[in-house]
């Protein structure tokens, strides 16, 4: 017999091999090291390898880590404070933004990576300012992320500027921004036995110049690497590129060469059914942020057409102060649930759909499908196990109806996750993290909002928010 680290076994697996999610109702999973040696049914695995660590996965689900391909964990710190209100970024999140500091954001981060890690999700495409201290919080809890630095030429003040008012670009803060995310390739790039990985994140293309965005395409190609960017993610962009360049953004892209195989577009909230063919046709992928998008615009985006017209699309769950919640599972549901409503039609985005843009069409979107997404000999050892018997899985049928896929989606909660692997770690056990103290995190992050809030009082009260409105009339 073959000797490996660790069996998990007697367990229902989703492997997400095929065009399904690779069901087998008694299967098993080998681990050595980092990597998954071998994946079958339960007597297979266990007439073939031994283990000097065996896990029962009786009544559990075996199955890939989640994938969370857009996430901005440096200003989890405010999240609940810009919901149900026009205007978010600009009168709901710039007022608190103003006054964050690094090491806030750094502890707010990590308390959002907590969260993630216990509804299932093992890699975390972070997207984010000062991404050289939140790296720190990916090598201290052990997940999987890749990074990217928010770049922009926007100046911290850009909250005061009246809403509809042409951004000011300040080169100086770009070439900043730019500098950082260079850094952090060459630093971070491929550490931690390849558990992190970093691309190149430029904010918008509202939030810099033109020679900016070339330079950073530039940087892209001699890296061989993508670019994690905002596309037509609302009408406050569409306007300011309007204003700047006499043409929407879709058609911006086009024509200075920056729609293929390297851009990542986040959104396409505002982009017409044309324009999101022109996108997917165009090589680039896709990330949909369904709570998000729903949240602060009242709107779903255009995911399916740009599945339709040929496009590899995934999830993401964004940020807290939009989405407020931060769970892959949560994110399945929303997806599935707002499509059939847009398209009234209830076979429109199925579970199995939306559960494979959070596992493996997140890793081709990503370009790590080599790496992580399915569970399968050779990838990484990321791996999560949930308790069927939970009361939201109930009942567990696999014949002539298989069930447990519908459940994950529309019925699960995120709770239901036991026990954590990233990269052949075990990094939850029995629902707890194992490696950073959760109360300790949650204690630290608390005390930072508390003070990020009362210095930044006067440009909350300036803004004049609906929710500020909502707080005066008693409704919060």
């Not at 300040?170 to 950082?180: A, H, M, T, V």
């Not at 006499?246 to 920056?258: D, P, V």
Request: net charge negative; aromatic share 4%; proline share 4%.
């Amino acid at each position: 017999m073959l000797k490996v680290d660790m069996i998990i076994h007697n367990g229902h697996v989703l492997t997400m091999e095929g065009k399904g999610v690779g069901f087998i109702e008694n299967g098993a999973i080998a681990i050595k090291g980092n990597i998954i040696e071998a994946v079958g049914e339960s007597t297979e695995i266990l007439s073939n390898y031994k283990a000097e660590r065996m896990i029962d996965a009786t009544n559990k689900l075996i199955m890939p880590g989640l994938i969370d391909a857009h996430i901005h964990t440096g200003i989890s710190i405010f999240r609940g404070v810009a919901q149900d209100m026009s205007n978010w970024m600009q009168k709901g999140l710039w007022p608190f933004q103003k006054h964050l500091r690094p090491e806030e954001s750094v502890v707010g981060s990590m308390v959002n990576i907590i969260e993630g890690v216990k509804a299932g999700t093992t890699t975390f495409c972070d997207y984010d300012g000062r991404m050289d201290l939140l790296v720190q919080n990916y090598k201290k809890i052990g997940a999987r992320a890749r990074l990217a630095e928010l770049i922009n030429e926007i100046p911290d003040d850009i909250g005061d500027l009246p809403v509809g008012e042409l951004y000011p670009f300040d080169p100086s803060i770009g070439q900043e921004k730019l500098q950082r995310n260079l850094d952090l390739y060459e630093e971070h790039h491929n550490t931690e036995n390849g558990r992190i990985t970093v691309i190149l994140g430029p904010h918008g293309p509202d939030m810099m110049s033109l020679e900016l965005l070339k330079e950073i395409q530039a940087h892209a190609e001699r890296l061989d690497t993508k670019l994690h960017m905002h596309v037509a993610q609302g009408d406050r962009e569409v306007l300011q590129i309007e204003k700047r360049y006499g043409k929407r953004t879709i058609e911006f892209l086009e024509e200075h060469g920056l729609l293929n195989e390297r851009l990542i577009a986040v959104h396409l909230t505002e982009a017409t059914d044309e324009e999101t063919e022109v996108v997917a046709k165009s090589g680039a992928k896709l990330i949909y942020c369904a709570g998000s998008i729903g949240i602060i615009d009242g709107m779903v985006p255009p995911v399916q057409k740009f599945l339709d017209a040929g496009g590899t699309a995934c999830l993401g769950s964004d940020q807290a102060p939009g989405n407020n919640c931060n769970n892959m599972i949560n994110e399945m549901k929303m997806a599935a649930i707002l499509n059939k409503v847009k398209y009234k039609d209830p076979r429109v985005f199925n579970a199995t759909q939306a559960l494979r843009m959070a596992t493996i069409e997140a890793a081709k979107v990503m370009g790590i499908d080599d790496q992580v997404g399915t569970l399968q000999a050779g990838k990484k050892a990321d791996v999560i196990l949930l308790d069927l018997s939970s009361p939201t899985f109930f009942p567990v049928l696999t014949t002539p109806i298989r069930n447990i896929v519908p459940n994950l989606v529309y019925s699960a909660r995120g709770d239901e996750v036991e026990t954590v692997i990233i990269d052949g770690n075990i990094v939850m056990e029995n629902q707890v993290i194992l490696t950073v103290d959760e109360k300790e995190e949650i204690r630290k992050a608390q005390s930072a909002a508390e003070q990020i809030s009362i210095r930044a009082k006067d440009d909350i009260l300036s803004a004049d928010s609906d929710i500020l409105q909502m707080v005066r009339d008693g409704l919060l």
